[in-house]
């Protein structure tokens, strides 16, 4: 009886390598990365289940890593240029998570939107003059993870996060401006080495906000978590409406 049940689960075993297999049981076989042929683009929107590593180059290319069973239900679209990649292999009950990653090379990124809860990185400075990094769900309730991460290095003349969920930002480089709107939410942003001749700030979240102004630091802080700069600038305007305190660590 012991034998026929081994039988069974091998003979099981092998029905899930496939592509046609339902989510739940599929494998994801082998490991692979194909190109995407996509019309130009200057915002992405990365939705639930896929990581993103960005890299600066002077030719647009889009690739997707993932196991060679899971190609099927992984896409990357543009729309009104707009990158939109999605992974609908959601259920996994026997293969590991987190294995599918998108990698964009470009020469201009304006707008990165994060709705999954892996991570956002990049692959060496990006140097694009205005970015925007978001992970909120108020102007756009499809959105709605807003738990995953930001790793990026940038030389930038302006970059702005919009946040109103949990997610975590680490930001190093340069810019001429950083401007910091938390709407709601315990999101932590981590940007003292991201050296910023100004720096913007509505906060409104219970976590801390780290900076690195140069010359002016500006705006409100309205909730419970505080403002820290490791650099006092000569130009200081932040009213604490709250709980929340503007914090120097100079």
């Known amino acids: 009886m012991k034998g026929k049940w081994l039988t069974y689960l091998f003979l099981l075993l092998i029905a899930c390598n496939g592509d046609n297999v339902p989510d739940c049981f599929q494998n994801a076989g082998d490991l692979v990365r194909r190109i995407v042929d996509v019309p130009e683009f200057s915002k992405i929107t990365v939705f639930e289940n896929l990581q993103l590593v960005l890299v ?85 309730p499809e959105t709605e993870t807003t738990d995953g991460s930001f790793d990026l290095e940038v030389n930038a003349s302006n970059v702005s996060i919009v946040v109103n969920g949990i997610a975590y930002f680490k930001l190093r480089g340069n810019t001429n401006n950083f401007n910091v709107t938390v709407a709601a939410g315990d999101s932590r942003i981590e940007a003292e080495n991201l050296v910023s001749e100004n720096v913007d700030l509505n906060h409104r979240g219970s976590n801390d906000v780290y900076v690195n102004p140069q010359e002016r630091i500006s705006g409100v802080i309205r909730g419970t978590g505080d403002v820290i700069s490791i650099n006092r600038p000569p130009e200081i305007e932040v009213e604490e409406l709250y709980n929340g305190r503007l914090i120097f660590q100079d």
């Open 56 to 140: 600066d180059g002077a030719e647009q290319k889009v690739e997707i890593e993932t196991g060679e069973y899971l190609f099927n239900d992984v896409s990357a679209v543009v729309e009104d240029g707009r990158l939109i990649v999605r992974n609908e292999n959601s259920c996994n009950y026997v293969r590991d998570y987190g294995l599918t990653t998108i990698y964009v090379t470009s020469p201009n990124v304006s707008e990165i939107r994060s709705s999954t809860g892996f991570p956002i990185s990049s692959d060496g400075i990006l140097n694009y003059p205005t970015l925007s990094l978001i992970a909120e769900s108020f102007n756009n």
